[in-house]
């Protein structure tokens, strides 16, 4: 696994943010992509976030992120 996927997850703590809490989870979800791909879109990630808020959202957004990094988009919607 990558090293720092690997540290991310590991740093996380539950729990973390309210499951209703879309703005939390999507701040998370993009803090967390950044960090994974500096070169990444600010606007393409917050697109991602939100799709993956939608399918995901009751997963811990780092977790969601780092998969998503990893493997892409985690549903074909």
């Given at each position: 696994m990558n090293d720092s996927i690997e540290a991310?997850?590991?740093?996380?703590?539950?729990?973390?943010?309210?499951?209703?809490?879309?703005p939390a989870?999507?701040?998370?979800?993009?803090?967390v992509r950044a960090r994974l791909d500096a070169t990444l879109?600010?606007?393409?990630a917050v697109a991602a976030a939100r799709?993956?808020?939608?399918?995901?959202?009751?997963?811990?957004?780092?977790?969601?992120?780092?998969l998503e990094h990893e493997l892409g988009p985690l549903d074909d919607d």
């Open positions: 991310e997850l590991l740093a996380v703590r539950l729990p973390v943010l309210d499951a209703q809490d879309e989870w999507v701040d998370r979800y993009v803090a879109d600010p606007e393409r799709h993956a808020w939608r399918a995901h959202g009751w997963a811990h957004p780092a977790a969601v992120a780092c």
